[in-house]
């Protein structure tokens, strides 16, 4: 008879993570065509912008999207950030939870996922080699390097299959990746519409964008400053738990209980310290390697009950109302823009988040389906347009419960109007490794509604006073028609001649009108006149197109397409 259950010599096994993510790639974001593109599109400009901001370096990025057959495109994509050390660019494409941000900083990459990812997507699709142009600065020499390498998934590493050295100009890494059963599209959740969304959220940024048609769009910079660095901020108490205080007590070169809480945790004192060990009876002068759990669940029970001054918000750098308006009056040219960023809170107890949003009416706002213009909510977390799984996301959640009619916004559907809601936070919690929706946490859906309900006033004023307007034109043109007729028969019957009348009439009609419509007579405000069309030729969306030849051709040897016919 066979044996039954485990037989642990043969059966037991371990997965490498790129093992892993290549049996649920899902998890990575990559389901159906038109995702699985636009993920990648996402992946590596976060990256981009990261690297360039974390260098202090305004975005410049080139993205050639070729058609090689029906879902089969090739991908380059150009930045001119910092470059990646040679050492390390096999690590960084091919090697799974591997990066630099693991830090407690505010940043568009979390993980160590996103590059490695799509590299293991092109693979599993085409099972085409990537191809890297990294350069970077050594001492005061920048160096280039071109490789070729494929990911070896059981390894979860890299294999080098060419290298040469690359004769650099300036910095920055241009890939070229190649997939297959994706798709490109012009769509809500397409990789066109994520590159719009990209730069309202980062109006700093310059992109250039080739399509498979050839077509190419210059999303030009409408703001020329490089977003301030966040800093690394210490957690905060009220925001560890019992793992977290294992983990730090197991890495930190403290060599006390004490200097290690003062020293990793934000707003923690020595006299906070003292407090705690006369709560736990715990002596505090112990070598942080002899924590055990019940003592690390002691402390954090202490840190929930006490009081703690908020965490430290440096760490949080938002894009500024005054730069989300630059970015919406860019893209969208509406005919009323209003934005605000609120002040930093925190969730979960001790984590800190601030939201942002910016709500634009009229022009371009919202999205044309069936050539009429729908209201659309543009989800970003750090800067980062999250286009997928809306349904289950805070942001979602947050303005569904808005009663947009108290707004005047009667059809809100139908309303060209779009509302932008960005999400700032060292730990934005998303609810999938994807990062395409944020927890409905009760603080962040609580801070979204209030700011977008305050957007919502302002908007119901401006249509308010629109009417009004048209109300005032409408009842002058009344005043207008009738005053001199009046006048002219008057004088026929007093028999006199008709009186000068033309400006008293101005005068009256101002007058009467504004009493009318309970208003006092003051100066017409001027409205402020804003620079926004900063593009040549325009189509559609508000973006130059050009027609010509790719730039990105001369980057890498143009043998790409020969790998098709091996
Ligand atoms: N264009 C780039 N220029 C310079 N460094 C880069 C670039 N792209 C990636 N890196 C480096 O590679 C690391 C790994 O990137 P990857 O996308 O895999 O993860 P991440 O951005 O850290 O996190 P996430 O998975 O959440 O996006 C980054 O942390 C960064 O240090």
Sequence with gaps: ?????????????????????????????????????????????????????????????????????????????????????????????????????????????????????????????????????????????????????????????????????????????????????????????????????????????????????????????????????????????????????????????????????????????????????????????????????????????????????????????????????????????????TTITRKPVTYAGGVSFIIEAGLAYGGNSGRVVNEKRKSEIMRFANRVPLTFDAGSCAITEALKSIDWKRYGLKDMDNTPLTLFVNIISTQVPYLSTGKQSVSPEPEIVHEIRQATMKLARQLQKHIRAKRAAKEKEKRSKVFEEYVPVIIEEAAKLGETGVPEYQEVLAKVTKRALAELLGEKVEEEEEEEEYDAIIMEEVDEFGHVVEQGNSTLDNFIDDDADDDFEE
Excluded at 100 to 120: A, D, E, P, T
Aim: aromatic letters at 8%; proline letters at 5%.
């Design 1 to 337: 008879m066979a044996q039954q259950g485990i037989d642990w010599d043969e059966d037991f096994d371990r997965l490498t993570p790129s093992q892993f993510f290549r049996k649920n790639k899902q998890m990575l974001g990559f389901t159906g065509k038109i995702r699985s593109l636009t993920i990648v599109f996402h992946e590596l400009i976060t990256n981009s912008f990261d690297a360039c901001e974390e260098a202090g370096i305004l975005p410049d990025i080139d993205i050639e999207l070729k058609r090689v057959d029906k879902e089969h495109y090739i991908l380059r994509h150009k930045d001119n950030g910092p470059g990646i050390p040679e050492d390390y660019v096999m690590q960084v494409y091919c090697m799974m939870f591997a990066g630099s941000k693991f830090r407690n900083i505010q940043s568009r990459g979390q993980q160590g996922l996103g590059c490695s990812g799509c590299v293991l997507l092109s693979q599993m699709t085409t099972g085409k080699p990537a191809r890297v142009i990294s350069c970077y600065k050594e001492g005061d020499e920048i160096k280039g390097v071109k490789m070729k390498f494929q990911m070896d998934v059981e390894n979860n590493r890299g294999i080098l299959m060419e290298r040469e050295d690359y004769p650099a100009e300036s910095t920055g890494v241009c890939i070229e990746l190649q997939f297959k059963d994706v798709s490109y599209s012009l769509a809500e959740q397409g990789a066109f519409e994520y590159i719009r969304r990209t730069m309202i959220g980062n109006p700093h940024a310059k992109i250039t964008f080739r399509d498979p048609s050839g077509h190419k769009y210059i999303f030009k910079r409408a703001a020329d400053v490089v977003p301030v660095q966040p800093k690394e901020v210490l957690p905060h108490p009220k925001g560890v738990s019992a793992d977290d205080l294992m983990t730090m007590a197991k890495n930190t070169d403290s060599r006390r209980y004490k200097s290690m809480l003062t020293s990793s945790l934000s707003r923690m004192s020595a006299k906070r310290v003292d407090e705690i060990a006369e709560m736990t009876g715990i002596d505090m002068n112990k070598r942080p390697k002899a924590m055990t759990f019940p003592e690390a669940e002691a402390i954090v029970h202490c840190f929930k009950k006490m009081k703690f001054m908020a965490p430290p918000t440096d760490g949080l750098i938002p894009i500024g109302s005054e730069q989300i308006e630059k970015g919406m009056k860019q893209i969208l040219h509406p005919e009323f823009v």
